[in-house]
């Protein structure tokens, strides 16, 4: 079974640039997650996607971070303007649930590390 | 809020130690636990699970973690290290709907042979 993937792996731009990052699930997935990380701290959701409905954006600076999932499968995230403190990996993940009450595993992609300059 | 904390942020220990690492949640209601492991190199991967019944859960490669309702804990354990072991460690916790997942801030165990 083909895992979650991601691309780029790395990135390097300079503040106020703009960057995307691309996210395909695992096939039949129906909730992706977008969760940063960064270094010396864990995974921060940052947006989840029940098949292309947002149910969770909580957490994320929604002035300068965007996301879509459109047709429920594939996920972009953008940052527009980048700041310094965005420096960090960002991690696609994505699970079988597609309910409120039961739990499904996340299975994680590798992640795409954003230096920021 | 939902937090989780874990008690070490690095642990050095030479194969064949034995490994506790500490993992404290903040939630008083019902909650699924998990232990996560990041390879050098590799990306996350679910190495157990608590969701209800016997609090003593086993994991792959020998990992056993030990939820304690009371202490609001979930300890994971190995007996026995081995140098394949180095990693990043993280505990997290479900607490709600819609399968969030609330991450501590990782132990990194280095082990030397």
């Known amino acids: 079974e083909a895992g979650v993937a991601q691309s780029p792996r790395y990135k390097i731009i300079e503040k106020r640039q703009s960057v995307a990052f691309w996210c395909n699930p695992i096939?039949?997935?129906?909730?992706l997650y977008w969760y940063q990380q960064i270094l010396g701290q864990g995974p921060k959701l940052l947006i989840q996607f029940q098949n292309n409905g947002v149910v969770d954006d909580s957490q994320l600076p929604k002035d300068r971070f965007s996301a879509e999932r459109l047709k429920g499968v594939d996920s972009t995230l953008k940052i527009q303007p980048a700041k310094l403190e965005d420096s960090a990996v960002y991690l696609c993940a994505s699970s079988l649930s597609k309910g409120v009450s039961s739990y499904n595993e996340q299975f994680f992609g590798p992640g795409t590390r954003l230096t920021v300059l | 809020a939902q937090s989780v904390s874990q008690h070490n942020h690095h642990v050095i220990l030479s194969e064949a130690a034995s490994l506790e690492l500490g993992c404290n949640y903040s939630?008083?209601?019902?909650?699924?636990l998990f232990w996560y492991v990041q390879y050098p190199g590799q990306h996350l991967q679910l190495l157990l699970k608590?969701?209800?019944?016997?609090?003593l859960v086993k994991g792959i490669k020998g990992f056993e973690a030990e939820f304690i309702k009371s202490k609001f804990s979930f300890n994971l354990r190995k007996p026995s290290v081995q140098w394949s072991d180095t990693a990043e460690y993280f505990c997290a916790v479900n607490a709600g709907g819609y399968n969030k997942l609330i991450f501590g801030a990782g132990t990194r165990l280095a082990v030397h042979p």
């Open positions: 096939s039949g997935h129906a909730t």
């Open positions: 608590y969701f209800s019944g016997d609090p």
């Open positions: 939630y008083g209601g019902t909650v699924n």
